[in-house]
């Protein structure tokens, strides 16, 4: 079945620092979604993507998701501490019917 | 606030003993999710209901049952839970199931069992 790949699984950032985690699949995504959950938390909604080639920023952050709608990135410039969790990329496909495939996530740690 | 909840926010239970974990909504979406999440993986969805349509997935274990008496409440059901089971267990929402939109997530509540 289909599979969402994501690195890397840690990433050790230094405040002020950029950082982007990657997802890639085999198969054509239909959309693709961003969500954060912060230690002890629940994933919380970022964005979703949809068109081909899309870009969207949500101040420090920039989404992208690829021209052949198979990879998506985040990217994160001036990292703060409130940055601290794990980013899930999340995708459908044609045939998922809104079922999530969640990629296995990014864990984010911020070092002052 | 429109929301998702999920009681108990902690569930301790015996091996075997069976537990219900409930979830309720005040957003009017039409499908509810139950997830499974351990520590450091990725959410794993177990079923989804659209409407009262209950859509299993395959490799959700027979020990895991779930109900949807109306719109707003959503039960899940472990009869028989085994030490595998221990984990943080997500309700989540969507407005329309077809892809489009965010899932909202509720608190989760975070099984023991001993």
């Known amino acids: 079945g289909q599979q969402v790949m994501q690195i890397p699984q840690y990433q050790h950032v230094q405040e002020g620092e950029d950082f982007t985690t990657y997802c890639n699949s085999s198969?054509?995504?239909?959309?693709i979604q961003w969500y954060k959950q912060r230690p002890g938390g629940h994933p919380v909604f970022l964005i979703q993507l949809v068109k081909s080639g899309e870009v969207k920023k949500q101040k420090r952050l920039t989404f992208q998701f690829g021209e052949a709608k198979k990879n998506s990135s985040l990217h994160i410039t001036a990292t703060q501490t409130t940055d601290v969790g794990t980013y899930f990329c999340a995708a459908t496909t044609t045939d998922s019917w809104g079922k999530l495939q969640f990629g296995a996530g990014t864990q984010v740690v911020v070092t002052p | 606030d429109a929301m998702v909840i999920q009681n108990p926010r902690y569930q301790v239970t015996q091996f075997g003993k069976p537990v219900t974990l409930s979830c309720s909504q005040t957003?009017?979406?039409?499908?509810m999710y139950w997830y499974q999440q351990k520590s450091s993986q990725a959410p794993k969805l177990l079923f989804h209901y659209y409407d009262k349509d209950f859509n299993n997935e395959a490799d959700t274990p027979d020990n895991f049952q779930s109900r949807r008496p109306n719109t707003s409440f959503c039960f899940l059901d472990i009869r028989s839970p085994g030490l595998g089971d221990a984990a943080m267990y997500l309700c989540?929402?969507?407005?329309?199931?077809?892809?489009?939109?965010?899932?909202?997530f509720g608190p989760g509540t975070r099984l023991t069992v001993l």
């Open positions: 989540a929402t969507s407005r329309d199931g077809a892809g489009a939109g965010e899932q909202f």
């Open positions: 198969t054509t995504l239909s959309n």
């Open positions: 957003l009017n979406h039409n499908v």
